[in-house]
């Protein structure tokens, strides 16, 4: 989250928090779309879907390249998506997990 000068950083935490639960109180994929839809610009959900669509490729063990020439993710995206796969909070493994997707050896 970037700082934001009105707020100290435990208000911060709590509106991050707030959102958190926000997204938990949604019950199905429509539901979740039509959220995000509403709480995201055009281009940040585009960044996003970006972002969550390269975690099956690294998780597989393609090369950057690869994975940049099938989605069009820039390949600086895509390290950044493998550095927080592999150093980051664990969300993207654990949301990878759940769906099925293969995990890394």
Request: net charge positive; proline share 4%.
């Amino acid at each position: 989250m970037k700082p934001h000068k009105d707020y100290s950083s435990r208000q911060e935490s709590v509106a991050e928090q707030r959102l958190a639960e926000a997204l938990l109180t949604l019950r199905s994929v429509e539901e979740c779309r039509a959220f995000l839809r509403d709480l995201c610009t055009p281009a940040e959900l585009q960044a996003m879907a970006d972002r969550w669509a390269v975690v099956r490729d690294l998780e597989r063990g393609l090369p950057y390249r690869e994975i940049h020439g099938h989605t069009g993710v820039s390949v600086t995206t895509i390290g950044r998506v493998a550095r927080y796969l592999a150093q980051g909070n664990g969300g993207y493994a654990l949301a990878s997990k759940r769906l099925g997707a293969p995990l890394r050896g």
